[in-house]
């Protein structure tokens, strides 16, 4: 019983690591968006290949 308590507990912390790289994730690509609206941003601090 203790195998499958650990590997529950493994697994959930497999997806809640996924979700919060998912929200990471679109938060970056909103906060990109907005400056890329923003007429006064200076773009040439981005990141080109990242």
């Known amino acids: 019983m203790a195998k499958i308590d650990a590997?529950?507990?493994k697994h959930e912390l497999l997806?809640?690591?996924k979700v919060s790289?998912?929200?990471t994730m679109y938060k970056i690509k909103l906060q990109m968006?907005?400056?890329a609206e923003d007429p006064n941003f200076y773009r040439t601090t981005w990141d080109q290949e990242g």
């Open 7 to 9: 590997d529950h507990e």
């Open 21 to 23: 790289t998912a929200i």
């Open 33 to 35: 968006a907005q400056e």
């Open 15 to 17: 997806e809640h690591a």
